[in-house]
T-cell receptor, first 114, second 114 residues
C-alpha cells in the first residue's frame, strides 16, 4: 500500500501525559499536512511542511503542540501535557506540489484523553 | 466564522436516483474546490475537484458544478449506489497552485436507501 500511513491508529492517554503521532506520506510527495477533526466538524488545518520546512501553523496549534519533519520524509506530531479538549482525530495528508491542490489523507490517529 | 458551509447535515436518497450535495462559501479568495468522502474511522478520500476557471467538472458518476457569482457549488452523484453512503465534505483553497491549505465544511451525511 503506497498511501499515507499513520500510527498509532488509536491512543488513549491520561490527562497530562505526552503523546506522539507519526505520519509517513506518499513517497515523492514533498508537502505534508496535519489536520484535526472533532465530532460533527470538518477537518481543521493545523500545520504543513514543504520538505523539512514548516511553512505555516494555525493558531489552533498551541504551544503544547509541536510538529517536525526532520528529513523531509516522515513527520511527527507531539502533544505535551494533554487535555481533554485534545481528544480528536489527527489526520495527516500529503501532496505533490506540482499536481495542484489534490491532498491525500491518511486514515487518521484517534486520540482520547481521559 | 464558517467560511465553507454545508447547510444540510444529512440527506437520504433512493438507490439509482440522483444525489445532490450543496456547499456555499463566503471567502472570495477561494479559487479551488474539492469534494471528499469519508467513512467512519477513516480519513477523507478525494473524490473530485474544480478550479474557479471552470463551471463544471465530471468524473464518472460524479459531477461538480461551480457558480462563482453565487459562491455555491454542488456535487451530483448519479446513479446513487449503496456504497455512496458516507459523509461528504466540501473543501476550498485560496490558490490552485501554491498554498494548499484547505478549509472544510462541516459535512453532509448521505444515506442511500436500497
Amino acid at each position: 500500500d503506497t498511501g499515507v500511513s499513520q500510527n498509532p491508529r488509536h491512543k488513549i492517554t491520561k490527562r497530562g501525559q505526552n503523546v506522539t503521532f507519526r505520519c509517513d506520506p506518499i513517497s515523492e510527495h514533498n508537502r505534508l499536512y496535519w489536520y484535526r477533526q472533532t465530532l460533527g466538524q470538518g477537518p481543521e488545518f493545523l500545520t504543513y511542511f514543504q520538505n523539512e520546512a514548516q511553512l505555516e501553523k494555525s493558531r489552533l496549534l498551541s504551544d503544547r503542540f509541536s510538529a517536525e519533519r526532520p528529513k523531509g520524509s516522515f513527520s511527527t506530531l507531539e502533544i505535551q501535557r494533554t487535555e481533554q479538549g485534545d481528544s480528536a482525530m489527527y489526520l495527516c495528508a500529503s501532496s505533490l506540489r506540482a499536481s495542484g491542490n489534490t491532498i491525500y489523507f491518511g486514515e487518521g490517529s484517534w486520540l482520547t484523553v481521559v | 466564522d464558517q467560511q465553507v458551509k454545508q447547510n444540510s447535515p444529512s440527506l437520504s436518497v433512493q438507490e439509482g436516483r440522483i444525489s445532490i450535495l450543496n456547499c456555499d462559501y463566503t471567502n472570495s479568495m477561494f479559487d479551488y474546490f474539492l469534494w471528499y468522502k469519508k467513512y467512519p474511522a477513516e480519513g477523507p478520500t478525494f473524490l473530485i475537484s474544480i478550479s474557479s476557471i471552470k463551471d463544471k467538472n465530471e468524473d464518472g458518476r460524479f459531477t461538480v458544478f461551480l457558480n462563482k457569482s453565487a459562491k455555491h457549488l454542488s456535487l451530483h452523484i448519479v446513479p446513487s449506489q449503496p456504497g455512496d453512503s458516507a459523509v461528504y465534505f466540501c473543501a476550498a483553497s485560496p490558490s490552485n497552485f501554491g498554498n494548499e491549505k484547505l478549509t472544510f465544511g462541516t459535512g453532509t451525511r448521505l444515506t442511500i436507501i436500497p
